[in-house]
């Protein structure tokens, strides 16, 4: 082939360089106030948060906002122990708890201090 006939085709006879990428490679890094943050709502594990998170404030509040759910799930094991036939309310503060804490979740992805519906008010109650 002449040159010209590459120019036609497209074809280049040069040698392929090697180019060296100039992104770094990505590293992985943790956001413990978002690992906590999650950690808060999820019943029991809220201790974890309690205990190694408090000193964030974006973490101490969601810390209280999980605690409130807490007491939402301690009624409601006591109000089945009391009587059983108060099964059904039990079911329906075990789906409210269920809810809130999906909506405290969603809230911390969100990176948003915003306080749960019906018993987010109650968080202020917490001192620590």
Known sequence: ????????????NAPQQNVPQS????????????????????????????????????????VKQGLTIVCLDVIGWILNLVDWHLWPVVSVLNLAALILSIVGIVNVFKRREKELPWIGQFAKHFTF
Not at 1 to 12: D, L
Not at 33 to 51: N, P, R
């Open 1 to 12: 082939m002449n040159p010209e006939e590459n120019k036609t085709t497209g074809q280049n």
């Open 23 to 62: 992104t770094p490679p990505v590293k992985a890094t943790v956001n413990h106030g978002l690992i906590f943050g999650i950690l808060s709502y999820l019943g029991l594990l809220v201790i974890i948060s309690f205990i190694f998170g408090k000193a964030d404030p974006f973490v101490k509040f969601h």
